[in-house]
């Protein structure tokens, strides 16, 4: 069982900046898929920006040149940093880690809120 614990949301202006952490438990976070997922009310949760073991990174064509993913893994943590914020930002943020070896059991955690308003 992986245990998964966001932080950092919050509201901000438009334009702003914020950092999102999670912080995993176990030994084998290293190997760990992560990926951040936003869900904005009404709407379906939708993947962001993910990151492999070997920190390559894929993003959602909404966040591209704004948001940047990364992780340390002797914290057994995975950031998201978000830049120029727009209210459109405003969601859910979810962590999420996917097992490398069958199952493939992914995990999630919690959520934190961003709102992005002036």
């Known amino acids: 069982q992986v245990q998964l614990v966001e932080s950092g949301g919050g509201l901000m202006q438009p334009g702003g900046s914020l950092r999102l952490s999670c912080t995993a438990s176990?030994?084998?976070?290293?190997?760990?898929?992560m990926r951040w997922y936003r869900q904005a009310p009404g709407q379906e949760r939708v993947l962001v920006a993910s990151i492999t073991g070997r920190c390559g990174t894929n993003y959602a064509d909404s966040v591209k040149g704004r948001f940047t993913i990364s992780r340390d893994n002797d914290k057994n943590t995975v950031f998201l940093q978000m830049e120029n914020l727009k209210p459109d930002d405003t969601a859910v943020y979810y962590c999420?880690?996917?097992?490398?070896?069958?199952?493939?059991?992914?995990?999630w955690g919690r959520g934190t809120q961003v709102t992005v308003s002036s």
């Open positions: 176990g030994s084998f976070f290293s190997s760990y898929l």
């Open positions: 999420n880690a996917k097992i490398s070896s069958f199952p493939y059991t992914q995990y």
